[in-house]
């Protein structure tokens, strides 16, 4: 007897979930990230989207600097909707009104300990197969970040505590130190 297929679900699909349920699609699956972010989790993603905005300014560069809630279609062939706590986009043609569609030059997601898999297994794969150019791993539970950066097709990665100052590698000049960031 086959086993019933179930449910692809599609971009129509996530954009009629409720506006308070906070969700991702996945290659067509739902996966519904039902905890709230705790307050270091939100510590951080202040710090480091701060940081890295007043960056940008004070350069006059081109790249946005967006903080979750913000909906990123990774590719346009896959029903693929993703949420990062941090995305760094460049190119001004990948903004549309529902997100971004394209792959962001640089990504950070802050882990948190309900899906950790999530963040190390499935959305690094994902972001190496779509061209994301640099992807963080903040883990405060370990007080570690992985830097990945995409370099010939594979991702190279760092580690690094929250004692270290870490060159963000899409930039000829930017470091950031996280022994500066108010996250206690």
């Not at 972010?37 to 350069?59: C, D, M, V, W």
């Not at 997100?99 to 994902?126: F, M, Q, R």
């Amino acid at each position: 007897m086959a086993l019933a297929k179930s449910k692809i679900y599609t971009e129509d699909d996530y954009y009629n979930i409720p506006e308070d349920v906070r969700a991702e699609l996945i290659d067509g699956d739902l996966i519904y990230n039902m905890a709230s972010p705790s307050r270091i989790h939100q510590f951080i993603l202040s710090e480091l989207h701060g940081t890295i905005y007043n960056y940008i300014k004070a350069k006059g560069g081109n790249c946005r600097v967006v903080p979750a809630p913000f909906a990123v279609k990774l590719n346009e062939d896959r029903n693929t909707i993703v949420e990062p706590d941090i995305s760094v986009i460049c190119n001004p043609d990948k903004f549309t009104d529902r997100g971004c569609t394209g792959a962001p030059d640089w990504i950070i997601e802050i882990v948190s300990p309900s899906n950790s898999s999530h963040d190390y297994v499935t959305k690094l794969n994902l972001y190496l197969e779509t061209g994301v150019r640099e992807y963080w791993i903040v883990d405060p539970d370990k007080q570690k970040i992985f830097v990945y950066y995409l370099e010939d097709e594979n991702f190279d990665v760092e580690t690094y505590t929250f004692e270290d100052t870490i060159k963000v590698n899409i930039y000829d000049d930017l470091e950031i130190d996280f022994t500066t960031l108010d996250i206690g």
